[in-house]
């Protein structure tokens, strides 16, 4: 049987038809690669990744598997409906599935609901029996022992960049409950880890000195994460994460992070703002000491950015000001300004539906930019988008990255210099494209 494996790519700007594409990745992608390695032996695979290649809708395909979020939701529901009228089965999974299954069910003959170890087997078995279900759910979290090394030898070389980074996933889930965030909904309640020595040997197996650990919070165990961080210092591998705010105010974590070879961290800080903060259950996020974070970074010569949110209830027009001021003064590396956007499936989400307070329910999450889902509070619609373009026009300006970027004499500065750079080019797009594309 041949399987193809289509990660679609999304709209490039709202209620268009041009797709959103790029040359190379600088990042090879995890999803489609581990999806083909959960896929038993006897299959032939195919691996598509339309953002950076051309869906062939032609290649001989006996069924399809999709991996959907919100955002390339609209362009799967055209490369599905396009297989199904030749009559190959499509089976669509992804955090999409979680929340918009039955929608999802129109377009496809089933649909995957939960992580793939379990599920991939089985619908693969189903289909080749001719009697595929229209759901499959898994029955629990799986508890990532044993996970098979993606399939990255099935990526089309010329599609990745020169200097790529692999993706490595070190754990699941999040200990932490952000009232914005929907990941529990779908990855479970349970926060999981990966044995360290699998984790170091898929390291050494990708034969890449830069990687990406692809986690919700890579230190949401503090002993575990000292643990692996002891094992990488062998290893001389430059890597990258994403951590919660506070952990950068622990000097041993830090000092050996440093040792092993952290180059760049992202941070969920979210608002500088504590009243927004205790809104938010964002505990992790210490308002009154994030100038000794920054501190702390660029001491220890590690690039790094803030994640940041305005729309919440508590926010008003002074914070976007109030934000760049502390930003500018204390020199972040990075910044990403986001819109506020409740995610389907959770409280906060059933809470401004009932209330009348999403603009457009049905096209949430849809379509890529600076768009704002909701009416705030104290502000208006527009003038959340217009606070955001205008923060990113002022932050990513030549003054401010001069002002706020130390001279790239090493490789953290270098990168620090490579972000802001790369964002200055989405400065004239932004109105139409997404901050971040899924991996």
Not at 16 to 28: A, E, N, V, W
Request: net charge positive; proline share 6%.
């Amino acid at each position: 049987m041949r399987v193809h494996i289509i990660q679609p790519t999304h709209f490039s700007a709202p209620f268009g038809r041009s797709l959103f594409k790029t040359k190379k990745r600088d990042l090879i992608p995890l999803t489609l690669p581990y999806l083909a390695a959960l896929i038993p032996e006897g299959f032939q695979i195919r691996i598509t990744d339309e953002q950076v290649q051309d869906w062939d809708p032609d290649a001989p395909s006996d069924c399809v598997f999709m991996n959907v979020h919100i955002l390339n939701s609209l362009r799967a529901y055209e490369i599905a409906d396009t297989y199904r009228r030749k009559g190959v089965p499509v089976v669509m999974g992804g955090p999409h599935c979680s929340f918009y299954g039955d929608e999802a069910l129109e377009h496809a003959d089933a649909i995957a609901i939960g992580e793939g170890e379990t599920l991939v087997p089985a619908i693969l078995e189903d289909l080749t029996r001719g009697s595929l279900k229209p759901r499959y759910e898994a029955s629990g979290p799986h508890d990532l022992r044993g996970l098979p090394h993606p399939r990255r030898d099935l990526l089309d070389p010329s599609t990745l960049s020169l200097f790529r980074t692999v993706a490595i996933q070190t754990s699941r889930g999040c200990p932490y409950r952000c009232e914005f965030c929907s990941e529990r909904y779908y990855l479970g309640e349970t926060y999981r880890l990966r044995p360290v020595e699998e984790v170091i040997e898929e390291v050494r197996s990708s034969r890449s000195r830069r990687v990406f650990f692809a986690d919700s919070t890579f230190v949401g165990n503090r002993s575990r994460t000292m643990e692996l961080m002891e094992k990488l210092l062998p290893l001389k591998i430059r890597w990258s994460t994403l951590w919660n705010a506070h952990r950068a105010l622990d000097p041993e974590l830090m000092a050996l992070a440093k040792r092993s070879g952290l180059l760049h961290v992202n941070m969920g800080v979210e608002s500088i703002k504590p009243e927004t903060l205790k809104g938010m259950h964002k505990s992790t996020t210490p308002a009154d000491r994030l100038e000794e974070v920054v501190q702390n970074l660029r001491r220890l010569d590690i690039s790094f950015s803030f994640n940041l949110i305005f729309g919440w209830d508590t926010d008003r027009l002074e914070d976007f000001r109030t934000t760049m001021h502390f930003l500018q003064r204390n020199r972040v590396h990075v910044a990403f300004f986001n819109v506020f956007t409740p995610h389907k499936g959770t409280k906060i989400y059933d809470l401004y539906a009932a209330n009348g307070g999403l603009r457009d329910e049905k096209n949430m999450g849809r379509w890529p930019g600076v768009i704002a889902e909701i009416h705030p509070k104290h502000f208006t619609a527009e003038q959340l988008e217009e606070g955001i373009k205008r923060m990113y026009n002022e932050f990513y300006s030549w003054r401010s990255i001069l002002r706020r970027l130390p001279l790239p004499r090493s490789r953290a500065s270098a990168a620090s210099w490579f972000m802001n750079l790369s964002q200055r080019k989405m400065l004239n797009e932004r109105a139409s494209r997404a901050n971040f594309d899924g991996i």
